[in-house]
């Protein structure tokens, strides 16, 4: 007995890792990429909170050096200096009222923690840096941390030029300089004691969880080891003995010897497949069609659903950068990329997180975007705009905030709804009409095909007239859209034509009339 008490306890520590850490019934997190502090901070409370959203992921807080060639390129703030919470998004002290007031409001924080590298080799030296921290790329001297020479890879990387150049040699994948980073030499004691203090500092004011940067460039162990030094999370907010939520960033599209699942035993992985086959699917191209989408999941060859952090485009590949190709469905192609998103919040499987992007001049040439380097809309100094809110809803300065589109809103609600319920009543025409049910919780049903819709299907839903919230949503008892009624069997009439705004018609308990 005592054994049996003793291994669940000890299952009970090393499990806290996988769960998202959200409220209960807040089943999607949302990435405000390049988002300022404190318009988190106020997003949290008008809007997040009010809409059912569970958290926040946000851009890297730590230090970072200064690109000005480009000019401040979204991507400088991969490139971290020291660990001081001071970049464009705010100062240590907006981060924490940020931290304060989303907790406050029952939305978590996630933070993108960047720990397998420092700047690139070529950063130079100089307090060109987003809080003037004093660092020498060159000789890899970081005394804000500190880190020195000692404490990164040079000597243990076998590849001729230090860079990573093969992908299927995962010595050099975990050992080498990624696209030039400096490599931080997690095997040391000292490193993964900075790292842990880093990541404390950021738990003890109260943050959810990580999103883990590069974890693929970073030994599965030496990433456990980092973890166990890890505290338990802020009691102010979370019940005591609660692990971080951790989400480790591996792109895995098969084909390599370095597999999501080495990284399962500190936590979910990102499902990189998922984006990239749901954008496939979606347009419709190698001969796919949405009825394959019928075990959509594992079945597909993806990760564990308990496993799985999803989405449908992230901040890398929505512009080229990272991995999925030109599959991957962005707010630039926003009719599919609203059915990909209304597709994803319905289905049970995995953990889901919404994007919400700035808008950029993009530019191709010879099929590549070569502003995809473009940083978030800012002013002259350099500094980020504020996201604007216009009248009816939508946001200004370029900010694109697809968490706000009502489609996507909507679905977020219609996730929370259903939560808990089984996959049901599945329904497809052999092509690209296709619909499938929560319990009798919620029903969704998409034509994606070249022609009109006129059918009657099981939705599993008990009798009553129900408000589309795609095409509009339940608004003091009234519903703004189309309307849909369900007989005393659950079935229902639904048509949907091949030009319709929104191809897609989803319905829940909660939008019953
Ligand atoms: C360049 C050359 C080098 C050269 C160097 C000389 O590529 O060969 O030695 O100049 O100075 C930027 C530039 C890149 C530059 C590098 C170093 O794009 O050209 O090197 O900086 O100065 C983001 C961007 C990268 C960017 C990086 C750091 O995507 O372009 O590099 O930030 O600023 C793989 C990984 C995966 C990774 C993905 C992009 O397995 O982990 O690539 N994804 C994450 C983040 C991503 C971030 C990083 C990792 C790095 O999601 O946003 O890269 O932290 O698939
Ligand atoms: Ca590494």
Request: aromatic residues 12%; contains cysteine; glycine residues 10%.
């Amino acid at each position: 007995m005592q054994v049996l008490l003793l291994l669940l306890a000890a299952a009970g520590l090393c499990w806290g890792q996988y769960d998202p850490n959200t409220l209960p019934k807040r089943n999607a997190i949302v990435h405000l990429f390049e988002w300022r502090w404190q318009d988190i901070a106020l997003e949290c409370e008008r809007y997040l909170a009010p809409n059912g959203f569970g958290g926040v992921q946000v851009s890297p807080p730590s230090e970072n050096i200064v690109v000005t060639n480009p000019n401040r390129p979204w991507w400088e703030r991969y490139q971290p200096v020291s660990y001081k919470l001071c970049t464009r998004s705010g100062n240590e002290e907006e981060f924490r009222d940020m931290v304060t007031r989303c907790n406050n409001v029952g939305v978590h924080i996630y933070v993108d923690a960047v720990v397998n590298h420092m700047c690139g080799a070529a950063g130079g030296s100089g307090t060109h840096s987003t809080c003037g921290s004093y660092f020498n790329a060159g000789n890899r001297d970081f005394p804000a941390v500190p880190y020195s020479g000692w404490d990164f890879n040079d000597g243990k990387c076998h590849s001729g030029s230090g860079e990573i150049e093969n992908y299927g040699d995962i010595y050099q994948v975990r050992d080498c300089r990624l696209v030039s980073l400096l490599d931080l030499a997690l095997e040391k004691d000292y490193v993964r004691s900075k790292v842990a203090e880093y990541l404390n500092h950021l738990i003890d004011i109260g943050v959810a969880g990580f999103r883990l940067d590069a974890a693929k460039h970073m030994w599965p162990g030496d990433i456990r080891a980092f973890l166990d030094k890890l505290n338990n999370l802020n009691i102010q907010w979370f019940p005591e003995g609660t692990k971080p939520f951790i989400y480790q960033e591996v792109i895995d599209l098969g084909g390599e010897p370095i597999k999501g699942s080495d990284y399962f035993g500190n936590g979910r992985v990102t499902e990189f497949k998922y984006g990239a086959k749901l954008g496939t699917v979606i347009r419709k191209w190698n001969g796919e069609k949405m009825a394959y989408l019928k075990n959509w999941g594992e079945g597909w060859g993806f990760v564990p659903s308990d496993r799985a952090l999803v989405f449908v485009d992230n901040h890398d590949n929505q512009r080229g950068h990272g991995a999925g190709g030109s599959s991957i469905l962005t707010f630039w192609d926003a009719r599919l990329y609203k059915m990909a998103s209304g597709f994803m919040l319905a289905h049970p499987y995995g953990f889901t997180r919404v994007m919400s992007s700035f808008r950029w001049p993009r530019y191709f040439e010879n099929g590549r975007d070569i502003n995809d380097w473009v940083g978030p809309p800012s002013n002259e100094d350099g500094s980020i705009k504020p996201v604007t809110i216009n009248e009816d809803t939508t946001c200004g300065n370029d900010w694109v905030c697809e968490h706000r589109w009502r489609q996507i809103k909507n679905m977020v609600i219609f996730r929370n709804v259903v939560d808990g319920e089984p996959f049901s009543n599945w329904w497809d025409n052999g092509s690209n009409q296709v619909a499938f049910g929560r319990g009798n919780k919620g029903f969704i049903i998409f034509n994606n095909d070249d022609w009109n819709m006129n059918v009657y299907v099981q939705t599993g839903l008990p009798a009553g007239t129900y408000c589309d919230v795609i095409s509009g949503q339940k608004e003091d008892g009234k519903c703004t859209g189309k309307q849909v009624f369900v007989s005393g069997d659950g079935m229902a009439n639904f048509q949907i034509n091949t030009d319709a705004e929104d191809p897609f018609i989803a319905i829940h308990v909660e939008a019953k009339l």
